[in-house]
């Protein structure tokens, strides 16, 4: 299944590898579809929520397939 933007470039419902980083909490995780962050401890929503291609399109130095619970901080 492709990647189908709802919002954003970045932002979808789906992510091709099924991977999402959360802006909030700064993890990656395969929960939430899209519209919130696959953690329960988190309040992040789909405003902050962008799919792992995306992140990595932007940020390379990042990992090609994250692991749950890792904080990844973007850099500028």
Request: hydrophobic share 20%; proline share 4%.
């Amino acid at each position: 299944m492709g990647e189908k933007n709802t919002t954003a470039a970045g932002q979808s419902a789906q992510s091709e590898g099924g991977w999402q980083w959360c802006g909030q909490c700064e993890r990656a995780s395969r929960g939430g579809g899209g519209y919130s962050c696959g953690y329960d401890d988190c309040e992040g929503y789909i405003g902050t929520i962008w799919t792992w291609e995306y992140v990595r399109r932007e940020h390379p130095y990042l990992p090609e397939v994250p692991e749950r619970n890792v904080i990844y901080t973007l850099k500028k």
